[in-house]
Nanobody, 128 residues
Framework: QLQLVESGGGLVQPGGSLRLSCAAS????????VGWFRQAPGKQREGVSC????????????HYSDSVKGRFSISRDIAKNTVYLQLNSLKPEDTAVYYC?????????????????WGLGTQVTVSS
């Protein structure tokens, strides 16, 4: 059973940066596609970024939503069994609870909430 725990959220000013972590336990995360999602109050959960598994079938490729492309970066540290999301040039509209999710799949990751395992989220607030 895979368990995920997010951390690294907080309060930052517009233009600032944060690095979110998604630490996995139970199974090796490198065999899973991992996605980052966010949900602001009153809005639906949306995909932010994802990274494919590195099982020899999937290539570990990454995808980003148009709203964050060029500002956010997802990466995987196999030794630490952790996936990171680097958030740069933050805007107030980035304010949300950020969730990581994982799914055992040999295909490319998707930014739809069709993942089997979820963390509980970490709050990111961008405000002056």
């Amino acid at each position: 059973q895979l368990q995920l725990v997010e951390s690294g959220g907080g309060l930052v000013q517009p233009g600032g940066s944060l690095r979110l972590s998604c630490a996995a336990s139970g199974w090796n995360l490198k065999y899973y596609a991992v996605g980052w999602f966010r949900q602001a109050p009153g809005k639906q959960r949306e995909g932010v970024s994802c990274v494919s598994s590195e099982d020899g079938v999937s290539d570990g490729g990454t995808h980003y939503s148009d709203s964050v492309k060029g500002r956010f970066s997802i990466s995987r540290d196999i030794a630490k069994n952790t996936v990171y999301l680097q958030l740069n040039s933050l805007k107030p509209e980035d304010t949300a609870v950020y969730y990581c999710a994982a799914d055992y799949s040999d295909g490319q990751c998707v930014m739809s909430p069709n993942y089997d395992y979820w963390g509980l989220g970490t709050q990111v607030t961008v405000s002056s």
